[in-house]
């Protein structure tokens, strides 16, 4: 059981490496961001960048490679949203306060230190994309490969730190699961209200 456990980072990394991969590929497609944060992608850009400093302070060297593929390909996203959307000066300076609150934390406490604060990222990182979500009627935009490769990725992560006893995983763990049904959720409610107005569309055409 053990040996199990202990490649659990590797799983959550292979999910992890191409997870944001499905969401940049329709919005490069289609230029669809209904239902998409900005806020979301350039704060899970920042903490992954922290969780980087956290996992290589750790001796967690098989977590770097999702942490580094998420801090790059979130950042990608945020670039690509902001070239579509216009981005509040507000959600910008939250972004850019988060990452130096990181470096703080980090400078002053080292690991326990930017381990703490990022345990607590997730909820700030991951309330843009679930409240985006829920407050747009169409979130045509949202992809479900993605959220799928992040409910895969942080439910290992999840159960790694309870295996490690690392409390700061458990949450990120656990946090993640819940923000990822979430947004599955919304995704495919949306997706079955439309396949059912369509159908009932096409009945009354038909009659």
Do not use: K
Request: charged share 10%.
């Amino acid at each position: 059981m053990d040996g199990i456990v202990e490649w659990l980072p590797v799983a959550a990394a292979v999910f992890a490496v191409p997870q944001f991969l499905p969401q940049l590929a329709s919005l490069w497609r289609s230029g669809d961001t209904a239902g998409l944060s900005w806020s979301w992608a350039a704060l899970t850009s920042v903490s992954n960048g922290g969780w980087i400093a956290y996992f290589a302070l750790s001796g967690f060297w098989t977590a770097l490679v999702p942490a580094t593929s998420v801090t790059v390909l979130a950042g990608a996203l945020a670039v690509l949203l902001a070239r579509r959307v216009r981005v509040p000066r507000r959600h910008a300076a939250v972004a850019g306060g988060w990452a130096a609150l990181l470096a703080v934390a980090w400078a002053v406490a080292g690991r326990a230190g930017i381990g703490t604060a990022l345990a607590a990222s997730f909820v700030l990182q991951v309330v843009p994309s679930v409240w985006t979500a829920y407050r747009t009627d169409r979130p045509t935009g949202i992809s479900v490969g993605t959220w799928w490769l992040i409910l895969a990725e942080l439910a290992c992560f999840g159960v790694y730190g309870v295996y490690r006893s690392d409390p700061r995983l458990i949450v990120l763990g656990c946090t993640g699961v819940a923000a990822s049904v979430l947004m599955l959720a919304r995704a495919y409610r949306y997706s079955g209200c439309r396949d059912r107005a369509m159908n009932d569309s096409g009945r009354s055409t038909r009659s």
